[in-house]
């Protein structure tokens, strides 16, 4: 039987967003977290058309917007930040989601850089139901960076060595 520590995925409930260093609290979501290249075929002049297939080439790096999903409070910073950029006043931001152990610290960082809002949805309002009102912040970025937190791999469950 194996013994050592056990390398459990994380947690999707356990984290927080920091917008230029402030904490936003009240996420319920965050989506998006994604990076993708485009490939291109690329055929070298000497290559005989039937017997080599094309070499494939990276294109352009994109990246997916980020969605925010929280509940509307009286706290008007995410609405402020869009209307901002309405107004002409494009406001770039350094935007950090962390996600957290179960006892709440620091594992594994994503680092957004040169963030701006370009959509903002507010709540969906039925008197049928007893939802919360949730407001949706979409943001555009530059591409991002993962950081493991050092001490992280120390922060898994041990296994339990039930051998005699």
């Known amino acids: 039987m194996p013994t050592g520590d056990r390398n459990d995925p994380f947690n999707a409930r356990n984290f927080r967003v920091e917008v230029d260093g402030i904490r936003t609290e009240g996420l319920l ?6 990076a993708d290249v485009t490939g291109g075929d690329y055929r070298e002049g000497n290559e005989k058309l039937f017997i080599f297939s094309p070499r494939k080439l990276p294109g352009e790096a994109k990246f997916t917007n980020i969605v925010l999903k929280r509940g509307m409070t009286s706290d008007l ?3 402020e930040w869009m ?5 002409g ?4 931001k350094a935007m950090s989601v962390a996600l957290l152990s179960d006892a709440g610290a620091e ?14 949805s507010g709540p969906i309002l039925n008197a049928e ?11 555009a970025h530059e591409g991002f960076s ?3 937190i050092s001490g992280a791999s120390e922060m898994a469950v041990p296994t339990v060595d039930k051998s005699p």
């Open 146 to 148: 993962i950081s493991s």
């Open 129 to 139: 139901t007893s939802d919360i009102a949730i407001e949706t912040l979409e943001i």
């Open 77 to 79: 910073s995410s609405w």
């Open 83 to 87: 209307q901002e950029t309405l107004d």
């Open 29 to 34: 979501t965050v989506l998006g977290i994604e």
């Open 89 to 92: 006043k494009l406001t770039r």
């Open 107 to 120: 594992v594994l960082r994503f680092n957004f850089r040169e963030t701006w809002p370009v959509k903002w």
